[in-house]
């Protein structure tokens, strides 16, 4: 058993921090209950959702809309990310008037057959993951912890769905959230700010002590279902999209389908940078300010430039260890203002990632998410693709300099 208190602002005692080395591993099971919710807290999720999609592996969730403050949008959106519907799902919005649905507890079952689960006060918003001062145990059946007390958590969660309690609706498919929204339970906007939230310094108030994110969240990918068009960026209008060759959309359907459900996004490589040319140059500010910036696609934050993220690579079967993601600077501090995302990872047998790198330069690399900070090279192409990439894409995007694009399938 161990304590989490992030109120010495240490990002090791986030709800965050616990998700994403709790699910590295994968799940067989997952189950969750949080207040309060929000879409961009599932960023985490994102690779553990989708293994419980495509496996119908077993998934309960319960979020509550407390005061009619869950969006609607975002009940979709999560829809969307289970799978509703499928055998293996299980979704419920509970609301009570005069009362909170206010529980949050976290459990995952492991491939290997360990549980663990996290119980405290973080609700699955971003707020709650890396903002918030927040406190809760984490217990684990691979540290020694009972799993009769894992057991319980788990058992507490499905018993809403087999007891079919009171102020909770399970929800079947899309138009059982429109049946919440239309009878006032979702918002159908975000509910505005009450004055006390919103006046911070004014108005008389003493001024008081902002916090910052403790750590940088994975974007949520976005919905193809929720963007204007698969042709250019969303918030572009049609005579921004950028002067390419256009080829057939049958083959760009072909090439990229078999990604459609998969979280994957792309990036156009350039040159590569660095001596033996093994990093890629990742962008902070773009053309139409659609997607902010490829460095985003990592879940990196382009404000924590002192940070080192550590990913995973995976590429024609092999994982290679020790990638990293920076803000390179000169023992004087000196920068050349770029992230990057060095190649040089290592696999099992002590082989260089690097060695590979000559064939991704001036290509369009596919990256899958795996797990958190973990992801395969599942396509390389040459840049004479990229309208097909852009056609398949549901939102894409291109540095304000280079012209190097990026997008989401």
């Not at 217990?139 to 007891?163: E, K």
């Not at 959309?249 to 078999?258: F, V, W």
């Not at 990592?298 to 990293?324: E, K, L, M, P, W």
Request: with cysteine; proline share 5%; hydrophobic share 40%.
């Amino acid at each position: 058993m161990k304590y989490f208190d992030s109120g010495e602002r240490n990002p090791e005692h986030t709800l965050a921090r616990w998700l994403e080395n709790a699910l590295s591993e994968g799940v067989s099971e997952l189950r969750l209950q949080t207040g309060f919710f929000s879409l961009d807290g599932i960023g985490l999720l994102i690779p553990a959702l989708d293994q419980c999609k495509h496996n119908d592996l077993p998934t309960s969730i319960l979020i509550g809309s407390n005061d009619a403050g869950t969006l609607k949008d975002d009940v979709v959106g999560l829809v969307d990310a289970i799978g509703i519907p499928r055998n293996g799902a299980q979704l419920g919005i509970v609301s009570y008037d005069g009362a909170f649905f206010h529980p949050k507890t976290y459990y995952i079952k492991r491939p290997d057959g360990s549980e663990a689960a996290f119980v405290g006060s973080a609700n699955l918003t971003t707020s709650g993951l890396v903002l918030h001062v927040e406190a809760g145990i984490a217990l684990d059946t691979r540290d020694g912890d009972a799993p009769d007390h894992l057991s319980q958590i788990a058992a507490a969660i499905d018993s809403w769905f087999s007891q079919n309690r009171v102020g909770m609706t399970s929800i079947s498919g899309l138009a059982t959230v429109d049946t919440l929204a239309t009878s006032g339970v979702l918002a159908v906007t975000r509910p505005a700010r009450s004055s006390s939230q919103s006046q911070g310094s004014m108005g008389g108030r003493t001024a008081r002590p902002r916090l910052q994110n403790l750590i940088a969240l994975p974007n949520v990918p976005t919905n193809a279902s929720q963007t204007r068009s698969n042709s250019v960026p969303v918030a572009a209008t049609a005579s921004a999209a950028p002067a390419t060759t256009p080829i057939p959309a049958t083959t760009s359907t072909g090439l990229l389908a078999p990604f459609a459900n998969q979280n994957a996004f792309w990036l156009e490589t350039g040159a590569l940078t660095g001596g033996s040319r093994n990093q890629l140059d990742l962008s902070m500010i773009t053309k139409y300010g659609v997607i902010h910036g490829s460095l985003s696609l990592f879940g990196v934050n382009s404000n924590a430039t002192g940070t080192v993220t550590h990913v995973t690579i995976r590429y024609q079967g092999n994982d290679y260890f020790g990638n990293s993601i920076k803000y390179p600077s000169t023992a004087s501090g000196q920068t050349n203002g770029t992230w990057r995302l060095q190649l040089n990872g290592l696999n099992s047998s002590g082989q260089k990632l690097t060695v590979f790198c000559s064939r991704f330069v001036n290509q369009i690399l596919l990256f899958k998410p795996i797990a958190a900070n973990h992801y395969e090279i599942v396509l390389t192409q040459p840049r004479s693709a990229l309208a097909s990439f852009i056609a398949s894409s549901s939102v894409w995007d291109c540095n304000r300099g280079a012209g190097r694009h990026f997008g989401l399938i």
